[in-house]
T-cell receptor, first 114, second 113 residues
């Protein structure tokens, strides 16, 4: 049990669908992150939230829309995705939004866009 | 900008063999260095870290030494077990890069009985 849960674990969606990924952390952390993990590529940081405020957005296409309603929950809203968006989406949290803090990862959502 | 380069995998070893996974980095400042491990079907977990030159991080029999002169942070274990089969990621964090952890591509390790 890592303290970070993600749902769903697997998701298949068409390019015209709208879906949301959910992440919840039970660690009392102040920072949450979305990463994209594609085969043969390094993990890509997508978004960083600190105390519910977005502090980093790494040039992610607008078809990905994050939401952080409180410090324990993080969502990634998906719409009109492309097949190249198929990947493992990982959520993480840390005590503060600093690279020096250990990040705790969830198990990920395996997304397939058809 | 900052970057991490790891040896290509997959690496296949027999149980009790010696493991080395190479990691080198490029950074503008004085980064902290990390090894994360991802077991099948799970998220990444911090394995060990080092925050300054010559520091040695260690955990679960794994070790890595922060070598500033060679900009390296190679992961080693003297005797691997089947349960060590996983993907290993080297990462760095630099104050100049703000909040981000920069990860390498990962090295897959398979240990056979």
């Amino acid at each position: 049990e890592t303290g970070v849960t993600q749902t769903p674990r697997h998701l298949v969606m068409g390019m015209t669908n709208k879906k949301s990924l959910k992440c919840e952390q039970h660690l009392g952390h102040n920072a949450m992150y979305w990463y994209k993990q594609s085969a043969k590529k390094p993990l890509e940081l997508m978004f960083v939230y600190s105390l519910e405020e977005r502090v980093e957005n790494n040039s992610v296409p607008s078809r990905f829309s994050p939401e952080c309603p409180n410090s324990s929950h993080l969502f990634l809203h998906l719409h009109t995705l492309q097949p190249e968006d198929s990947a493992l989406y990982l959520c993480a949290s840390s005590q503060e939004a600093r690279g020096l803090d250990e990040q705790y990862f969830g198990p990920g959502t395996r997304l397939t866009v058809t | 900008g900052d970057s991490v380069t790891q040896m290509e995998g997959p690496v296949t070893l027999s149980e009790e063999a010696f493991l080395t996974i190479n990691c080198t980095y490029t950074a503008t400042g004085y980064p902290s260095l990390f090894w994360y491990v991802q077991y099948p079907g799970e998220g990444l977990q911090l394995l060990l870290k080092a925050t300054k030159a010559d520091d040695k991080g260690s955990n679960k029999g794994f070790e890595a030494t922060y070598r500033k002169e060679t900009t390296s942070f190679h992961l080693e274990k003297g005797s691997v077990q089947v349960s060590d089969s996983a993907v290993y990621f080297c990462a760095l964090s630099d104050r100049s890069s703000g909040y981000a952890l920069n990860f390498g591509k990962g090295t897959s390790l398979l240990v056979t009985p």
